[in-house]
C-alpha cells in the first residue's frame, strides 16, 4: 500500500514538472516565446569577490551569439565567445576601487542590454599604518629596555659560567 502511494505521489511530480518547463521556457524568449529577438536572461561574475588586477569569468544565459560585457572596473570592454551559455573573461583594473560594481551585457542581435547591478566585489589592500609607533627607528625608552635585558643576560651568563666552574673543583 505505501509503494503505491510513493509511485502516485512520484507521478504526479514528475507530471507537474513537464507541464511547468514549456512554459519556464517560453518566458524567458526562448523559442515560442513573446519575442523574436533574444535578450539575456542572467549575468554570473565568478568569482564574485576578487582583488585588484585579477581576471573574474562572466557566463550569460540566452546570448548564444556572443556580445560584450562592460563595467566600470574592467580594464576594456569583454568579448563574450558565442555558446549558451556566452562565456568571457574579464581584467579588473589595477586601480579600481573597492567596492559593488555591475556588469552590463549587450548580445550580438539581441534587443535590450542588461544590466547586473552589484555583480562582483573589489576588495582592495590592507591599510597598514604604523602600528601605533611615533617615530622611526628605536626611541630612548627601546635602548633602555634592550640595554637592561643584555645586561641582565650577561650577569645571568656570567654567574651561570663561575657557578659551573666552581663545581668542578669539589
Not at 563574450?80 to 551559455?85: E, F, S, V, W
Request: hydrophobic share 40%.
Amino acid at each position: 500500500m505505501r509503494t503505491t502511494r510513493a509511485l502516485a505521489a512520484s507521478v504526479a511530480a514528475v507530471a507537474a514538472l513537464g507541464l511547468a518547463a514549456p512554459a519556464a521556457v517560453a518566458r524567458d524568449g526562448m523559442p515560442g516565446g513573446s519575442g523574436s529577438a533574444v535578450s539575456p536572461s542572467n549575468i554570473v561574475a565568478l568569482p564574485s569577490v576578487i582583488a585588484r588586477g585579477g581576471q573574474l569569468t562572466i557566463t550569460v544565459d540566452n546570448c548564444a551569439n556572443g556580445g560584450t560585457a562592460t563595467s566600470p572596473a574592467f580594464t576594456a570592454p569583454v568579448t563574450l565567445a558565442p555558446g549558451n551559455p556566452a562565456r568571457g573573461t574579464a581584467t579588473v583594473s589595477s586601480t579600481a576601487h573597492p567596492g559593488l560594481y555591475s556588469i552590463t551585457v549587450n548580445c550580438t542581435g539581441g534587443r535590450n542590454p542588461l544590466t547586473r547591478d552589484d555583480a562582483f566585489t573589489v576588495i582592495g589592500g590592507v591599510r597598514g599604518g604604523l602600528g601605533g609607533s611615533s617615530s622611526n627607528g628605536a626611541t630612548p625608552t627601546d635602548m633602555a629596555i634592550g640595554g637592561g635585558l643584555v645586561a641582565a643576560a650577561a650577569v645571568g651568563g656570567g654567574v651561570f659560567w663561575m657557578r659551573r666552574r666552581s663545581e668542578k673543583r669539589i
